[in-house]
């Protein structure tokens, strides 16, 4: 047997210690993920069970709401047990924030989408905060405020009166909660155009808001708190990227005939009150909330609120866990 000659066992060597230091690297980034999962679950818990003892002051009021306006309408019960969901654990809100944690959970961690996974965990923990989950619950609450034909006062925002002074369009009671996709989509029409729809029992609110058009409502549309301040912190990256699309395709439509369209979230509207300082905050992730865009559109969904997963990053040891 011939002796291997050095500057082999030197190159051997060389490339033994570098996939070691790659090893090495995907370990600790590894042991990361998984100290902000278990963080960001315990937050997730710790939120939930605030909300079960009423330690959440906007999950009370939207309980209280509810049952004043179905004394007051017995006709919108049906609408109001279905909004007053949010108050529980079992409430769109909470279940969404629920569901993209298993989503991370599920990946398979990579080098190249380990930054995109920590900056949805920290987005997850952020939504969990009491301060700004009690925030999100405004949207809700004033949908029910708004039905009881001012009986009830708007929460964390401006009223009615001040509201249809401001200007923008009226869509009616439930128009807090278009564009959300926590109750409902943007979908295309045979003409092309974008329209909202509602999910499930929730199109009871297309009765009270009628036909909302994409295009209308992103030059129109008035102040909520998830298209304001919340939709960073309570959108999943599926949602995003569809968001995303329907904004590119109706600048596309309205370049093609020479017109200016606006982003509806170029600008925030006005007509927050009394929102706590956290929601003024921006969220601080690894990377920017813009720059993940191509990877989750690349990615693979794994459920409603979407995943990570790229068919052409590097495979290593992650979350879940492979053969």
């Not at 769109?92 to 930054?115: H, W």
């Not at 309570?234 to 309205?254: G, I, M």
């Amino acid at each position: 047997m011939s002796m291997i000659k050095p500057w082999k066992l030197i190159s051997l060597l060389f490339i033994l210690q570098l996939l070691a230091g790659c090893e090495s690297k995907l370990e600790q980034t590894q042991m990361t993920i998984n100290q902000q999962v278990a963080s960001t679950a315990q937050s997730l818990t710790r939120l939930g069970s605030a909300i079960e003892t009423g330690a959440v002051r906007n999950a009370r009021l939207l309980s209280e709401y509810a049952q004043v306006l179905k004394q007051q309408k017995p006709e919108l019960t049906r609408i109001a047990n279905l909004i007053a969901e949010d108050a529980t654990r079992q409430g769109p809100l909470y279940q969404n924030l629920a569901m993209r944690l298993n989503d991370v959970k599920a990946e398979t961690v990579t080098l190249d989408n380990a930054g995109l996974l920590l900056d949805e965990l920290t987005r997850i923990k952020e939504a969990s905060k009491h301060s700004l989950f009690n925030d999100a619950l405004t949207d809700p609450i004033n949908v029910l405020a708004d039905m009881s034909d001012g009986q009830l006062a708007r929460v964390g925002a401006i009223s009615q009166q001040a509201e249809q002074n401001g200007g923008g369009a009226d869509y009616g009671a439930g128009s807090q909660m278009v564009g959300n996709p926590n109750y409902g989509n943007w979908q295309s029409g045979s003409s092309g155009t974008s329209f909202w729809q509602w999910y499930g029992m929730y199109r009871m609110l297309g009765d009270l808001t009628g036909r909302v058009g994409y295009s209308n409502w992103s030059q129109n549309r008035r102040y909520s708190y998830y298209n304001d301040y919340g939709r960073s912190r309570y959108t999943s990256p599926k949602q995003s990227v569809q968001q995303a699309a329907v904004e590119t395709k109706t600048r596309k439509s309205f370049q093609r005939k020479g017109q200016t369209f606006s982003s509806p979230y170029a600008k925030k509207r006005s007509g927050a009150a009394g929102l706590s300082r956290s929601s003024y905050t921006p969220t601080k992730t690894v990377s920017s909330y813009s720059k993940p865009k191509k990877s989750f559109t690349s990615s693979k969904a794994t459920s409603n609120t979407g995943s990570f997963r790229n068919s052409g990053s590097r495979t290593s040891r992650g979350v879940r866990r492979g053969k």
